[in-house]
Protein backbone atom coordinates (compact mmCIF):
# COMPACT_ATOMS: atom_id res chain seq x y z
CA UNK A 1 0.00 0.00 0.00
CA UNK A 2 1.59 3.17 -0.65
CA UNK A 3 0.64 6.65 0.24
CA UNK A 4 0.41 9.71 -1.71
CA UNK A 5 3.09 12.21 -0.67
CA UNK A 6 2.07 15.02 0.72
CA UNK A 7 2.03 18.38 -1.23
CA UNK A 8 5.16 20.52 -0.08
CA UNK A 9 4.49 23.79 1.62
CA UNK A 10 5.39 26.64 -1.31
CA UNK A 11 8.68 28.68 -0.54
CA UNK A 12 6.70 31.65 -0.81
CA UNK A 13 4.56 31.11 1.85
CA UNK A 14 6.78 32.28 4.51
CA UNK A 15 7.03 35.61 2.63
CA UNK A 16 3.41 35.80 2.25
CA UNK A 17 2.76 35.28 5.96
CA UNK A 18 5.14 38.03 6.95
CA UNK A 19 3.12 40.36 4.45
CA UNK A 20 -0.13 39.65 5.84
CA UNK A 21 1.66 40.43 9.78
CA UNK A 22 3.31 43.20 8.69
CA UNK A 23 -0.07 44.77 7.06
CA UNK A 24 -2.00 43.84 9.94
CA UNK A 25 0.64 45.84 12.02
CA UNK A 26 0.48 49.11 9.56
CA UNK A 27 -2.93 48.46 8.72
CA UNK A 28 -3.71 49.06 12.65
CA UNK A 29 -1.46 51.89 12.96
CA UNK A 30 -2.86 53.53 10.07
CA UNK A 31 -6.71 52.88 11.15
CA UNK A 32 -5.66 54.45 14.95
CA UNK A 33 -3.69 57.81 13.48
CA UNK A 34 -6.59 57.74 10.97
CA UNK A 35 -9.50 57.88 13.26
CA UNK A 36 -8.22 60.21 15.46
CA UNK A 37 -7.36 62.39 12.35
CA UNK A 38 -11.06 61.62 10.88
CA UNK A 39 -12.07 62.97 13.83
CA UNK A 40 -10.57 66.05 14.19
CA UNK A 41 -11.77 66.34 11.14
CA UNK A 42 -14.89 65.60 10.66
CA UNK A 43 -16.19 64.28 14.26
CA UNK A 44 -17.95 60.60 14.49
CA UNK A 45 -18.59 60.80 10.72
CA UNK A 46 -14.71 60.97 9.84
CA UNK A 47 -13.47 58.32 12.66
CA UNK A 48 -15.68 55.60 11.28
CA UNK A 49 -14.49 56.31 7.50
CA UNK A 50 -11.23 55.99 8.42
CA UNK A 51 -11.76 53.09 10.24
CA UNK A 52 -13.58 51.68 7.01
CA UNK A 53 -11.22 52.73 4.89
CA UNK A 54 -8.32 50.84 6.75
CA UNK A 55 -10.56 48.08 7.15
CA UNK A 56 -11.11 47.49 3.29
CA UNK A 57 -7.17 48.22 2.80
CA UNK A 58 -6.30 45.22 4.89
CA UNK A 59 -9.31 43.25 3.42
CA UNK A 60 -7.68 43.90 -0.34
CA UNK A 61 -4.37 42.98 0.84
CA UNK A 62 -5.37 39.86 2.82
CA UNK A 63 -7.14 38.99 -0.34
CA UNK A 64 -4.01 39.24 -2.37
CA UNK A 65 -2.02 36.92 0.20
CA UNK A 66 -4.33 34.39 0.57
CA UNK A 67 -5.39 33.53 -2.66
CA UNK A 68 -1.74 33.01 -3.67
CA UNK A 69 -1.70 30.57 -0.94
CA UNK A 70 -4.59 28.97 -1.65
CA UNK A 71 -3.54 29.19 -5.19
CA UNK A 72 -0.41 27.56 -4.51
CA UNK A 73 -1.84 24.80 -2.24
CA UNK A 74 -4.83 23.54 -4.81
CA UNK A 75 -2.12 23.76 -7.90
CA UNK A 76 1.04 22.55 -5.85
CA UNK A 77 2.86 25.63 -6.83
CA UNK A 78 2.46 25.25 -10.59
CA UNK A 79 2.71 28.79 -11.64
CA UNK A 80 1.34 27.98 -15.28
CA UNK A 81 -1.48 26.27 -14.41
CA UNK A 82 -4.96 27.91 -16.20
CA UNK A 83 -6.43 26.80 -12.04
CA UNK A 84 -3.54 29.25 -10.62
CA UNK A 85 -4.27 31.87 -12.56
CA UNK A 86 -7.87 31.46 -12.05
CA UNK A 87 -8.12 31.69 -8.52
CA UNK A 88 -5.72 34.65 -8.28
CA UNK A 89 -7.66 36.77 -11.05
CA UNK A 90 -10.78 35.23 -9.88
CA UNK A 91 -9.81 37.26 -6.32
CA UNK A 92 -8.82 39.93 -7.56
CA UNK A 93 -12.27 40.11 -9.58
CA UNK A 94 -13.42 39.91 -6.23
CA UNK A 95 -12.12 42.57 -4.82
CA UNK A 96 -12.76 44.80 -7.51
CA UNK A 97 -16.45 44.02 -7.42
CA UNK A 98 -16.50 44.76 -3.93
CA UNK A 99 -14.79 47.81 -4.01
CA UNK A 100 -17.38 49.20 -6.22
CA UNK A 101 -20.02 47.45 -4.34
CA UNK A 102 -19.10 49.20 -0.93
CA UNK A 103 -18.13 52.41 -3.04
CA UNK A 104 -21.59 53.02 -4.32
CA UNK A 105 -23.43 51.37 -0.89
CA UNK A 106 -21.21 54.11 1.52
CA UNK A 107 -21.23 56.99 -1.41
CA UNK A 108 -24.32 58.30 0.17
CA UNK A 109 -24.49 57.36 3.99
CA UNK A 110 -24.84 59.65 6.34
CA UNK A 111 -21.99 58.28 8.32
CA UNK A 112 -19.12 58.60 6.02
CA UNK A 113 -16.65 61.65 5.10
CA UNK A 114 -15.94 60.59 1.34
CA UNK A 115 -12.60 62.74 1.75
CA UNK A 116 -11.55 61.00 4.80
CA UNK A 117 -12.30 57.68 3.57
CA UNK A 118 -10.49 58.03 0.13
CA UNK A 119 -7.26 59.62 1.67
CA UNK A 120 -7.52 56.59 4.58
CA UNK A 121 -8.41 54.03 1.58
CA UNK A 122 -5.27 55.08 -0.85
CA UNK A 123 -2.59 55.64 2.47
CA UNK A 124 -3.81 51.77 3.15
CA UNK A 125 -3.43 50.03 0.39
CA UNK A 126 0.27 52.05 -0.42
CA UNK A 127 1.51 51.06 2.82
CA UNK A 128 0.11 48.03 2.00
CA UNK A 129 1.96 47.54 -1.38
CA UNK A 130 4.90 48.68 0.49
CA UNK A 131 4.23 45.79 3.61
CA UNK A 132 4.71 43.02 0.33
CA UNK A 133 7.73 44.57 -0.55
CA UNK A 134 9.25 44.70 2.87
CA UNK A 135 8.11 41.19 3.32
CA UNK A 136 9.30 39.96 -0.40
CA UNK A 137 12.69 41.47 0.05
CA UNK A 138 13.18 40.38 3.56
CA UNK A 139 12.37 36.46 2.92
CA UNK A 140 15.02 33.65 2.38
CA UNK A 141 13.90 32.39 -0.91
CA UNK A 142 15.97 30.19 -2.92
CA UNK A 143 16.48 30.94 -6.15
CA UNK A 144 15.49 27.28 -7.08
CA UNK A 145 12.26 26.69 -5.20
CA UNK A 146 10.15 23.43 -4.58
CA UNK A 147 12.85 21.23 -6.31
CA UNK A 148 13.51 17.47 -5.43
CA UNK A 149 17.28 16.46 -6.25
CA UNK A 150 17.76 13.17 -7.09
CA UNK A 151 19.73 11.20 -4.93
CA UNK A 152 23.86 11.27 -5.15
CA UNK A 153 25.22 8.39 -6.53
CA UNK A 154 26.55 5.53 -4.34
CA UNK A 155 30.28 4.50 -4.37
CA UNK A 156 29.28 0.94 -5.21
Known amino acids: MTTAPLPRASTAAPALRSSLIYGGAVTFAIAVVGSVIGALVSGLPGMLSALIGAGMGFVFLGLTAASILVADRVTGSDLLSPAYFGIVIGSWMLKFIGFLVLVFTLRDAPFVDG ?17 DIVAITRARVPYVSDVQLPPAPSDD
Open 115 to 131: VVLFATLVIAVLAGLVT
